[in-house]
């Protein structure tokens, strides 16, 4: 079982702001989002925070990439929502992170696509189905949001719900109060 280094600083945090925190969460839970498109999936899940609001919630967690106690060689959160008006399936990356997922042993990758936006497809690597499904996804509000933001990371949309990692956030809780914003500005501009 990992250590759960500074999950009291993310515990007197979720206190603060009326969230509910486990320091080791059901992994059940997190493991019915797997597998994921662009991330690879850890061992371990650590310290959630989880923020409800009608109709959905967000969860903040973080994700542990190394086995046993060892610590990995870095460290980062995940931001989950589930919203019943997210419904379409396509998934983004922008760099390349540590945690992004290069084998693909249980499901095959999602095809690789382009959206038609010169300036999006220039900095985005978009998988889905088809482009008209990952334009109908990554709409252009969301895009826009996405540029303005200068997002760095992976984002995948699903019918229901969506997981974000924004790189450079780690688990402290000025980067839990981060990502927290990003997931509730990410629903608010992919639902149309």
């Avoid at 500074?6 to 009326?18: M, N, P, V, Y």
């Avoid at 610590?71 to 998934?91: N, S, V």
């Avoid at 997981?163 to 639902?191: M, S």
Wanted: glycine letters at 6%; aromatic letters at 10%; a positive charge.
């Amino acid at each position: 079982m990992p250590p759960s280094f500074g999950s009291e600083l993310i515990a007197a945090w979720a206190a603060r702001r009326g969230l509910a925190f486990t320091a080791r969460p059901d992994e059940a839970w997190f493991r019915r989002w797997e597998p994921y498109d662009t991330i690879a999936p850890p061992s371990a899940y650590l310290s959630s925070c989880t923020w409800t609001a009608n109709p959905g919630h967000a969860v903040i967690a973080e994700p542990w990439y190394a086995d046993g106690d060892a610590e990995p060689l870095e460290r980062t959160l995940l931001g989950f929502a589930a919203h019943p008006a997210l419904q379409r399936r396509a998934a983004m990356r922008v760099g390349e992170h540590f945690l992004t997922r290069v084998a693909f042993i249980e499901s095959a990758p999602p095809p690789r696509v382009v959206l038609g936006d010169a300036l999006w497809d220039a900095h985005v690597t978009t998988f889905a189905a088809s482009p008209r499904e990952a334009a109908a996804a990554f709409h252009p509000r969301l895009r826009k949001r996405l540029a303005r933001r200068g997002f760095q990371g992976h984002l995948e949309l699903r019918p229901g719900g969506l997981v974000v990692h924004c790189a450079g956030l780690r688990p402290v809780p000025e980067h839990y109060d981060r990502l927290l914003g990003i997931v509730r500005e990410l629903v608010n501009a992919a639902v149309l």
